[in-house]
């Protein structure tokens, strides 16, 4: 199976400051059909979890602006680029290339 | 709006079964392949089963394999978790998940608790 890592695990943010998590996978995520499937996905306390992103960088509808996901191959980041309260949760990859489906350990962000 | 509200959960005794379910509305149920996800207390997410939009296809993470098994009524938009054996380690907050296209899981529903304790 492919092993999804994230760092930070733990990711103390001030108001109005910008917000970076890594993932990387143990292979690579490109599939035969030339797409990458790196998702990312928030859960809020007490909520189930919500996809922001898929295919590396495409925002879901309704998700602001201030997400952003990069990257290619085995290395993947998602940006904040101004946080806010909303935004306290834990923050999930998931890799879609190659079965089963797998998720990074997730990283808990919290307003400092 | 896309709905998906698990039910069935409930708390067990080691070795008993359940049997979840997932109903779907607001979406063409039958287009989509369905999973399984399931979260422990104070957990991550892990992946436990997925069947194809035409039931033809099913997999199982290695932790259920032979104990569980995945079925879905397209006729009804409802998905399935046939859960036998059932084991502590399998405590745990479980969450039927939409894939329409390939790669990723659309929408989730609330989720529902199983607690396995003697």
């Known amino acids: 199976d492919v092993v999804m890592t994230q760092s930070p695990l733990s990711l103390p943010v001030t108001l109005g400051q910008p917000a970076s998590i890594s993932c990387r996978s143990s292979q690579s995520l490109v599939y035969s059909d030339g797409n990458t499937y790196l998702n990312w996905f928030q859960q809020r306390p007490g909520q189930s979890p919500r996809r922001l992103i898929y295919?590396?960088?495409n925002r879901d509808s309704g998700v602001p602006d201030r997400f952003s996901g990069s990257g290619s191959g085995t290395d993947f980041t998602l940006k904040i680029s101004r946080v806010e309260a909303d935004d306290v949760g834990i923050y999930y990859c998931?890799?879609?290339?190659?079965?089963?489906?797998?998720f990074g350990p997730g990283t808990k962000l919290e307003i400092k | 709006q896309v709905q998906l509200v698990e039910s069935g959960g409930g708390v067990v005794r080691p070795g008993r079964s359940l049997k979840l379910s997932c109903a779907a509305s607001?979406?063409?149920?039958?287009?989509?392949?369905m999973h399984w996800v399931r979260q422990a207390p104070g957990e991550g997410l892990e992946w436990v089963s997925l069947i194809s939009y035409d039931a033809i296809n099913r997999h199982y993470a290695d932790s259920v394999k032979g104990r569980f098994t995945i079925s879905r009524d397209n006729s009804q938009n409802t998905l399935f978790l046939h859960m036998n054996s059932l084991r502590v380690e399998d405590t745990a907050v479980y969450y039927c998940a939409a894939q329409e296209y390939l790669g990723s899981f659309d929408y989730w529903g609330q989720g529902t608790l199983v607690t396995v304790s003697s």
């Open positions: 295919k590396v960088s």
């Open positions: 607001g979406l063409a149920f039958s287009n989509y392949a």
């Open positions: 998931m890799q879609g290339t190659l079965g089963p489906f797998t």
